[in-house]
């Protein structure tokens, strides 16, 4: 069974920056095919961004390209996102996610409990 813990999220003013960090325990972490997710209050979880298991190619939502960055660091079993340029609308709760061991990006199997990223105007 996998387990995901993140941890980073903060308060932070418009413009400002967070790293997200997931850690990952109870199996390959260098198989699984990782992303983050986010939910503000009163909306739906909505993808922020996803990376393979084989590193590669990553993805981001409209929303964040150009600003946001993730990575992994198979040999400490982590996740990470980096975020740059923050603004009042990012605010939610951020949560990564594990499919399972070499499967494509398309299904989220694991769920972290998440971490709040408050932004201020």
């Known amino acids: 069974q996998v387990q995901l813990v993140e941890s980073g999220g903060g308060l932070v003013q418009a413009g400002g920056s967070l790293r997200l960090s997931c850690a990952a325990s109870?199996?390959?972490?260098?198989?699984?095919?990782m992303a983050w997710f986010r939910q503000a209050p009163g909306k739906e979880r909505e993808f922020v961004s996803a990376?393979?298991?084989?590193?590669?190619?990553?993805y981001y939502a409209d929303s964040v390209k150009g600003r946001f960055t993730i990575s992994r660091d198979n040999a400490k079993n982590t996740l990470y996102l980096q975020m740059n340029s923050l603004q009042p609308e990012d605010t939610a709760s951020y949560y990564c996610?594990?499919?399972?061991?070499?499967?494509?990006?398309?299904?989220?199997?694991?769920w972290g409990q998440g971490t709040q990223v408050t932004v201020s105007s």
């Open positions: 990376i393979p298991w084989s590193g590669g190619h990553t």
């Open positions: 109870g199996g390959t972490f260098s198989s699984y095919p």
């Open positions: 996610a594990a499919g399972r061991a070499y499967t494509d990006l398309r299904s989220w199997t694991y």
